[in-house]
């Protein structure tokens, strides 16, 4: 039982790191007003760039910081049209994951079924591992664990929440024309907060080609990007709890391999249907059981709304 | 001080985003062609090909017309959610859902086509408002974003034809992979491959416009799309307006599945709804809203489905062809927006620049 416990946890800890990344990224952008619908393209980039990377250099680490880099590149893409020219944010981040997806197929082509060869190896921490159940899970897998699910959250919970330039940010998201009246620079903070996010969901995917499936192929990513997404949405666009349901949501997933390794009498199809059910059920359930929950966790007020200096 | 010179109008005209979009698509196919030739093709090589082969030929003139068939049908499916100012984003997987429901019966049912076929487009109809339920309802009884619920089931309506085509359905006659035997009855045809789906389609959209446009409900629509607050204060039932649209896009998307299964694979297959749920989202957009421009937009869609075939025996993955849609996409979004700044007259800051001296 407690084998089995420790490696769901294991699986649940590797799905959910790809969600968290992603999602945290997106709540900087989202926390800013703008919604980045080109996650799962940015992500299928990360991942196809980490892979190439990889079979020419054989360092993950290389490959990392290019997924980064190509990540925030497509994001800059995405907040050239969706911030700086200011069209449609739907329309833009449809956009830029149709192009995500294609691109990355078609450089991915040669690339793809070939196992990668540098992964993140396996690091153990000392005395922490030792914990049980949570010590093999979080300490003794790779060296990125720790600072995706503790360093990224709570600095980007300090920032948000306890600077002056935390509370700018979001008074970006709330009430752009109040912002830029306090002479906050709108365009900017939008620019850069949605690079960033983009660059997150690239790590996010390069993270998912050189730990959890160390192998490129086409559709990969198979809707975590969206995930992330309905993540944001369920923890309230909030840095902490968002990391905690990716989490959970990896436990979601840990469940379907369970399954699938213990030949549970149900097809591996309908567990591979979890997280996806599992990630409806997230944003539907809590608001019909608890109604004041819109209210509590509501997207910032400008969400999604281009600003207009000049409209009057 | 540097004064404005351009000011921004609420509504854009339609020639200006006319000539806007031209050149967004322009613009990327010029970026397309630019990216070809580093690739080491040749764009204008490539270009004489594909019209010969798209609209120089009649194979390629009955490809265009099978990929309309489906376009028309989803791009509706997505323009009529619009309207209300939704977006189903999950076109794709109510065509699954249709196309799963259709085979269904197609399977099930022994009978003539004249008994089985109403039978599989009333399935196809059904199983795609039925993919939609759980969206609609969250979004019209507790707010829930339906971009993101219509998508995930994307997932799962693919999932459920791996799972159909490879576990129960599979084709146990010739063995084909990730697929179901062919079905006994089809759509009959029309003009060489080119079954009546494709007509039907058209008179579809046409029909739609006309109940967008001349009816109450569709009136009531507009207005619940164009303003939620408004249209509740006059007395319009917005949620049930918003069920009700979102079931008929449902519809038209499984619709188009049926449309598929029955005139064009005549069969169930893994993979068999091509995108044509996204690109139907892409032909909304070029659509703008209108019912009627979802012919037109549906034609360039095929266009540029049509011309991936003949990229894909150039050795270019058809997934270019995703990347392309998107590009294009991108500019017609920045088109857009662009159309809606009108460059101010010489004479008019000047009073802004008086009034800023003043101040």
Not at chain 1, 171 to 180: L, Q, T
Not at chain 2, 264 to 272: A, N, P, Y
Request: charged share 10%.
């Amino acid at each position: 039982m407690i084998t089995l416990l420790t490696g769901m946890l294991a699986t649940a800890v590797l799905a959910g790191g790809v969600l968290a990344l992603a999602a945290l990224g997106e709540v900087l952008a989202e926390r800013v007003g703008v919604t980045n619908l080109g996650v799962e393209g940015l992500m299928a980039l990360g991942a196809v760039s980490a892979v190439i990377t990889v079979f020419s250099f054989h360092s993950p680490w290389v490959g990392l910081l290019v997924a980064i880099m190509v990540g925030a590149v497509g994001g800059m893409v995405f907040a050239f049209g969706a911030v700086v020219m200011r069209a449609n944010q739907v329309l833009c981040g449809l956009a830029t994951t149709f192009m995500g997806l294609g691109l990355s197929t078609a450089l991915g082509h040669n690339y793809a079924g070939q196992p990668v060869d540098a992964t993140f190896g396996h690091v153990t921490i000392p005395l922490l591992s030792a914990i049980p159940v949570i010590g093999p899970a979080f300490f003794a897998q790779n060296i990125l664990i720790v600072p995706i699910y503790v360093l990224l959250p709570a600095l980007v919970h300090f920032v948000m929440f306890r600077t002056r330039h935390g509370l700018n940010m979001r008074a970006v998201g709330e009430n752009p024309a109040a912002a830029d009246a306090a002479g906050i620079p709108v365009m900017a903070m939008r620019f850069w907060y949605v690079t960033l996010g983009g660059a997150m969901a690239g790590m996010a995917g390069g993270y998912l080609t050189l730990t959890y499936v160390p192998v490129w192929s086409e559709g990969m990513v198979a809707g975590r990007g969206w995930i992330a997404l309905a993540l944001v949405i369920f923890a309230g666009y909030r840095p902490i709890i968002v990391t905690l349901s990716a989490l959970l949501f990896g436990l979601v997933t840990a469940l379907s391999f369970v399954g699938q390794a213990h030949n549970w009498p149900i097809d591996p199809a309908f567990l591979n249907m979890l997280p996806y059910l599992g990630t409806m059920a997230f944003i539907i359930v809590p608001v019909v059981v608890w109604h004041r929950m819109r209210r509590v966790m509501a997207a910032p007020a400008a969400l999604a709304q281009p600003y207009y200096r000049d409209v009057r | 001080m540097a004064t404005r010179a351009f000011q921004r109008l609420p509504t854009a005209p339609a020639g200006r985003i006319l000539m806007l979009r031209l050149v967004a698509i322009i613009l990327s196919l010029f970026i397309i062609a630019c990216v070809l030739a580093l690739s080491g093709h040749s764009p204008l090589m490539l270009a004489e090909l594909i019209i010969h082969s798209t609209l120089g030929s009649r194979f390629g003139l009955e490809d265009l017309a099978l990929f309309m068939c489906p376009l028309l049908l989803t791009g509706a499916a997505v323009t009529v959610c619009g309207t209300i100012g939704l977006w189903n984003i999950g076109a794709e997987g109510q065509f699954y859902a249709g196309a799963i429901a259709a085979t269904g019966v197609a399977l099930g049912v022994h009978g003539s086509a004249l008994t089985v076929l109403p039978l599989m487009t009333i399935a196809g109809i059904v199983g795609g408002m039925a993919w939609i339920t759980v969206p609609t309802l969250a979004r019209a009884y507790a707010g829930v974003n339906e971009i993101i619920t219509t998508l995930l089931l994307n997932f799962i309506a693919s999932l459920l034809t791996y799972y159909l085509t490879t576990g129960p359905w599979r084709d146990r006659i010739s063995g084909a992979q990730v697929s179901t035997q062919r079905i006994s009855v089809s759509i009959p045809e029309m003009w060489g491959i080119v079954h009546w789906g494709f007509p039907v389609a058209i008179v579809i959209v046409i029909g739609l416009a006309l109940v967008l446009s001349r009816t109450r409900w569709g009136y009531e629509i507009r207005i619940g799309g164009a303003n939620p607050e408004a249209a509740r204060y006059a007395g319009i039932p917005v949620r049930l307006r918003i069920i009700s649209v979102m079931l008929l896009s449902g519809g038209l998307a499984g619709l188009a599945g049926m449309f598929e299964v029955a005139g064009t694979v005549h069969r169930l297959q893994g993979g068999m709804a091509n995108n044509f749920g996204y690109l139907g989202i892409v032909v909304a957009v070029l659509a703008r809203g209108s019912c009627l421009n979802v012919i037109p937009a549906a034609l360039l869609m095929a266009l540029i489905l049509d011309s991936g075939i003949v990229m894909q025996t150039q050795q270019l993955s058809a997934s270019v062809i995703l990347a392309i849609t998107g590009l294009i996409l991108f500019m017609i979004a920045i088109g857009d927006e662009l159309a809606h700044y009108r460059p101010l007259a010489r004479t008019t800051p000047q009073g802004t620049a008086a009034g800023s001296k003043v101040s």
